[in-house]
């Protein structure tokens, strides 16, 4: 029984012993497998890409888009240029050929020369190209002084975008009776039908081709019109201007009365013409049936 007990004692001392010298080994994480490794980088890729797409679609609410339409507006000048009656003529003409040699179109150009009821005077209608408007407006400031400059402005813009829907909506309307034309298996009475049609959807279109160069002209072009008027006297600018004035109207009333005078003159001299010897006539007549009585 001793014996027993002993070798139970020594065989625990030995197990002891074999657990000191061999310590327990470490708990170690597991690595996740490769696909699950794979799994996750896809989800994060996805997330990623939605998260972009949020952001480009989150950019996008909140730029404004780039809807801005190109803006047709005609400008126009007018001006009032004060000069010597001496002068106007020379003024006139090289105001006239400044503007020829900015390529300009003129449209009107008028010339008064002075005579007794007033000074001369002058006007011009032109069209400037926009860069050379400056250079034409510094031009005119050296040929006398300007007095009044008015900036008129005016949007065509709608007016230029139904002209040009219209003629695209023509053309292609045109180019499918012509196509029409062409069919060989159309009888002849359509045949008639689609060409009349053909010649008003062309006049149509001519006329509304004629508007759109007409806006060209105006919104491309600078409007720009002139009034030349003569600088005014010492004593019409002065403290004896009403009486000068007066006696100018007194005149122009003086010389318009004696050509009313005249008119009537001329106008009843016919009649005289006829009438006295028709009433000598009718007086001898009158005396000899008194005289048989």
């Known amino acids: ?28 994480a597991m690595a996740p497998a490769p696909a699950e490794m794979a799994n996750a980088k896809m ?8 998260a972009g797409e949020g952001e480009q679609s ?17 400008l126009r000048h007018h001006l009032m240029v004060e000069t010597s ?21 003129i449209l009107a150009a008028n010339f008064n020369r002075e005579t007794a009821y007033g000074p001369p005077s002058a006007s011009l209608s032109a069209r400037v190209p926009p860069r050379s408007v400056e250079v ?19 949007d065509k813009t709608d007016a230029v975008i139904d002209a040009e829907a219209r003629i695209k909506n023509l053309t292609e309307f045109r180019d499918n009776l012509r196509a029409m034309l062409n069919d060989k298996s159309a009888k002849f009475k359509d045949l008639i039908e689609v060409q009349r049609e053909l ?5 149509e279109l001519d006329s509304i ?21 003569a600088k005014q006297g010492i004593t019409e600018q002065g403290f004896f201007s009403p009486v000068a004035q007066a006696f100018k109207n007194a005149g122009r009333v003086m010389m318009e009365s004696l050509a009313s005078v005249i008119t009537f ?16 006539l009718m007086r001898k007549l009158w005396a000899k049936i008194r005289t048989k009585k």
Not at 58 to 74: G, N
Not at 209 to 226: C, H, M, P, W
């Open 199 to 203: 010649v008003n959807t062309q006049s």
């Open 85 to 105: 009656p001496e002068q106007m003529q020379a003024n006139f003409d090289a105001t006239i050929a400044h503007c020829q040699q900015l390529k300009c179109q």
């Open 265 to 280: 003159f001329v106008t009843i001299l016919p009649w005289l013409i006829f009438a006295i010897p028709a009433l000598i």
């Open 43 to 50: 989800l994060r890729a996805d997330s990623d890409t939605v």
């Open 136 to 154: 034409f407006l510094a031009g005119l400031a050296k040929s006398g002084e300007v007095l009044q400059h008015h900036r008129t402005s005016e």
């Open 58 to 74: 989150l950019t996008e609410l909140t730029e404004p888009a780039d809807t801005e339409v190109k803006r047709y507006v005609a």
């Open 209 to 229: 081709q004629g508007v759109r160069k007409a806006l060209a002209q105006e919104t491309e072009l600078v409007a720009i019109n002139i009034d030349f008027t």
């Open 1 to 28: 029984m001793k014996i027993y007990q002993g070798f139970i004692v020594s065989l625990a001392v030995l197990l002891a012993a074999c657990g000191q010298q061999h310590p327990p080994a470490p708990t170690v």
